[in-house]
C-alpha cells in the first residue's frame, strides 16, 4: 500500500519555516556582541527591529505547521517557547545598544560642560594679564584765576596727581589679583568637573558590563531552556 502524500498546504508551510530558518540564523548571529560606537548601535537597533520580525514570521509558519499535526498544542508550545527564547536574545542585544547611546550622549554633554568652562577661565585668566588702562593726561598749564587772581599752586595739583595714581595703581593691583585668584579657583573647579566625567564614564562602563553579564546569563538560560523544552519532544 502506498504512503499518504502529506497535504499540499502542509508541505508550504514547512517549505517557509526552513527558509526562515535559514534567513534568520545568520541575521541573528550578527546582532551579537558588545557595542563600540553610536554607529554600530544604531545598526544593531536596526537588525534587531528587522530579526524580530523574522522571528515573528518563523512562529507564524510554525503554526501552520502544527495545525496540521495530531499533537497540535504540544507542537504549538514548543513553537512558542522557541519564538519567547528568540525575543529574549534580541532584547538583550537591543537593551545593550540602547543603553551604549545613552551613556555616549551623557559623557559627551559632560564633556563640552567641562570644555567650555575651561575656556571661560582661560578667558578670564588672559584678560588678568592685560595691562590697566593708561589714566587720562591731564593738563597740568597753569591758568590765570578769575578775575585776576593768583595762578593755581602747580605744586599741589602734581601732588593730587600722583597720589590719584598711587591710589589707581593699588586698585588696579588688587583687581589683578583678585582676577589671578579667580582664574586659579575655575582652572581647579574644570580639573574636578574632568574628573568627574572620568570617573562617571568608568562607572557607565562597569553598569554596562554587569548589565551585558546579566542579559547574555538570562539569554543562555532561555536557549538552555528551549534546548531542553526540544529533547522532550
Do not use: W
Not at 537588525?47 to 514570521?57: C, E, G, I, S
Not at 499533537?71 to 508550545?77: A, G, I, R, S
Not at 543603553?99 to 585668566?125: I, P
Not at 582664574?183 to 580639573?191: C, G, I, P, T
Amino acid at each position: 500500500m502506498r504512503p499518504s502524500l502529506k497535504p499540499l498546504g502542509e508541505m508550504i508551510a514547512v517549505a517557509a519555516l526552513a527558509a526562515l530558518a535559514a534567513l534568520a540564523a545568520p541575521v541573528q548571529a550578527e546582532t551579537a556582541g558588545q557595542t563600540h560606537s553610536v554607529e554600530q548601535a544604531n545598526a544593531t537597533l536596526e537588525q534587531v527591529a528587522k530579526d524580530r520580525a523574522v522571528v515573528q514570521d518563523e512562529f507564524a509558519a510554525s503554526e501552520s505547521v502544527c495545525y496540521t499535526k495530531f499533537f497540535v498544542n504540544h507542537c504549538l508550545d514548543q513553537a512558542k517557547e522557541k519564538r519567547r527564547a528568540a525575543l529574549a536574545k534580541l532584547r538583550a542585544t537591543e537593551v545593550e545598544a540602547q543603553h551604549f547611546k545613552r551613556a555616549d550622549s551623557v559623557e559627551k554633554r559632560d564633556a563640552d560642560l567641562a570644555e567650555r568652562a575651561r575656556k571661560d577661565a582661560a578667558d578670564e585668566a588672559q584678560r588678568a594679564t592685560l595691562p590697566p588702562k593708561e589714566a587720562k593726561v591731564v593738563d597740568e598749564t597753569p591758568r590765570p584765576a578769575p578775575n585776576g587772581g593768583k595762578l593755581v599752586n602747580r605744586e599741589a595739583e602734581h601732588a593730587a596727581k600722583v597720589k590719584r595714581q598711587a591710589e589707581q595703581d593699588a586698585a588696579d593691583a588688587g583687581k589683578r589679583a583678585a582676577n589671578v585668584a579667580a582664574f586659579a579657583q575655575k582652572q581647579a573647579e574644570s580639573e574636578k568637573r574632568l574628573a568627574q566625567v572620568a570617573k562617571k564614564k568608568a562607572e557607565s562602563d562597569a553598569r554596562r558590563a554587569a548589565h551585558e553579564a546579566s542579559e547574555k546569563k538570562k539569554a543562555a538560560a532561555a536557549e538552555a531552556a528551549a534546548a531542553a523544552a526540544s529533547a522532550r519532544k
